[in-house]
């Protein structure tokens, strides 16, 4: 098997194989083989990939194995054949020393380009009496697409004609006069460098309209974000479309937390007595399985001098039409969720606010 060791940090992708589902794309070599009754699972986040496998028959082992398509030259016959030519390179013991034979439940963790396509294979097999892997059954395969570096890997709606984004993985900051987002997202400097002017942010996140809609015109928006607290950094967590909460962690959502809409004046308010930031609190491996299933945060980083940790100020890439000196942010707290500065678009373009850059799925 290749290995490639990453240099770039990239995350949080998780798609499922299922046994009742189809194949996606094209199976290499056009062959067409059959769903085989377990799930394939992966997840990436900065630097790393995990595999699951989940068999029907837990006794059963698996062989499985990785490679990028632009890479790996891709079989023109049998995929079969292909597979047990690759196998046949050593024996069985080999590669079970080299976890490339597992049980049903087991895991493995690898290092991975972003931005690169890549196939997996696997398949049942049982050892030989020539001590070789055998295959039993059909080979399963799936077809995925890395992340750019720096990128979270959660699926974002932010229009009513479904645009897409991606989140970077942390704020945008300014070192040596080139701007770079943080590799984690709970980092975050209070010495200036985190802080734009609007014509520096306008450049590198969504539009008000995108934000509000992010918020407010997403099926269930009002569950799909909380206030909440990541190694003791207070902020807020914002849901992927497809969330899926990991088994063992907890998220009450602003819906549960009683938030309500105030039409009138464009935010989402708690009672005044709730302290939203100690509702969902996470470790930093709590934090990597939140990441694993796509949540943003956002740090409240405050403004430029002031609030650090208690309130968040992010920029909207809009202007105010009918006054050149202002433009869109919004803002939260523990109990709320503010939006209607960013709707009305008023708020002075030399405010020293956080930016969150994103990139549109293609």
């Given at each position: 098997m290749k290995k490639f060791l990453s240099l770039f940090a990239f995350v949080a992708i998780v798609l499922t194989f299922?046994?009742?589902?189809?194949?996606?794309?094209?199976?290499?070599?056009?062959?067409?083989?059959?769903?085989?009754?377990?799930?394939?699972?992966?997840?990436m986040r900065p630097t790393k990939m995990k595999f699951i496998v989940t068999p029907a028959n837990y006794s059963k082992k698996y062989f499985w194995w990785y490679a990028p398509v632009e890479r790996d030259v891709e079989p023109t016959g049998s995929l079969k054949n292909y597979v047990e030519k690759y196998m046949a390179q050593h024996d069985y013991a080999y590669w079970r020393d080299k976890n490339m034979i597992l049980n049903g439940k087991d895991e493995y963790t690898d290092d991975m380009y972003p931005n690169l396509k890549y196939v997996v294979y696997a398949c049942y097999v049982e050892k030989g009496e020539d001590g070789y892997a055998e295959?039993?059954?059909?080979?399963?395969?799936?077809?995925?697409?890395?992340?750019?570096?720096?990128?979270?890997?959660?699926?974002?709606?932010?229009?009513?004609?479904?645009?897409?984004?991606?989140?970077?993985?942390?704020?945008?900051?300014?070192?040596?006069?080139?701007?770079?987002?943080?590799?984690?997202?709970?980092?975050?400097?209070?010495?200036?460098?985190?802080?734009?002017?609007?014509?520096?942010?306008?450049?590198?996140?969504?539009?008000?309209?995108?934000?509000?809609?992010?918020?407010?015109?997403?099926?269930?928006?009002?569950?799909?974000?909380?206030?909440?607290?990541?190694?003791?950094?207070?902020?807020?967590?914002?849901?992927?479309?497809?969330?899926?909460?990991?088994?063992?962690?907890?998220?009450?959502?602003a819906k549960g937390l009683n938030f309500s809409w105030l039409e009138d004046q464009k935010r989402y308010l708690a009672p005044s007595s709730l302290n939203g930031y100690e509702e969902n609190k996470?470790?930093?491996?709590?934090?990597?399985?939140?990441?694993?299933?796509?949540?943003?945060?956002?740090?409240?980083e405050g403004y430029?001098?002031?609030?650090?940790?208690?309130?968040?100020?992010?920029?909207?890439?809009?202007?105010?039409?009918?006054?050149?000196?202002?433009a869109g942010a919004f803002s939260f707290a523990t109990n709320n969720l503010?939006?209607?500065?960013?709707?009305?678009?008023?708020?002075?373009?030399?405010?020293l606010y956080s930016v969150r850059s994103f990139l549109e799925v293609k």
């Open positions: 299922a046994a009742c589902g189809g194949n996606d794309g094209n199976v290499p070599g056009g062959e067409e083989p059959k769903v085989q009754n377990f799930q394939f699972k992966i997840e295959i039993v059954g059909d080979i399963e395969y799936k077809e995925f697409v890395t992340v750019p570096e720096f990128t979270l890997g959660g699926e974002f709606t932010v229009n009513n004609e479904g645009k897409k984004v991606h989140f970077r993985s942390g704020n945008l900051y300014l070192s040596e006069g080139f701007h770079y987002n943080h590799s984690h997202q709970y980092d975050y400097n209070t010495d200036g460098s985190d802080y734009f002017k609007w014509p520096t942010a306008s450049s590198y996140t969504l539009s008000a309209d995108e934000w509000y809609y992010l918020f407010r015109g997403r099926d269930r928006a009002d569950e799909l974000f909380a206030p909440g607290t990541v190694k003791d950094v207070h902020g807020l967590i914002i849901l992927p479309d497809n969330w899926q909460r990991p088994d063992d962690i907890i998220f009450k959502t996470y470790t930093e491996n709590d934090w990597i399985k939140m990441e694993f299933a796509g949540a943003v945060f956002l740090p409240a430029y001098g002031a609030a650090n940790n208690i309130y968040g100020w992010y920029w909207s890439s809009t202007a105010n039409a009918g006054n050149g000196e202002m503010i939006l209607d500065i960013l709707v009305y678009r008023n708020r002075p373009k030399t405010s």
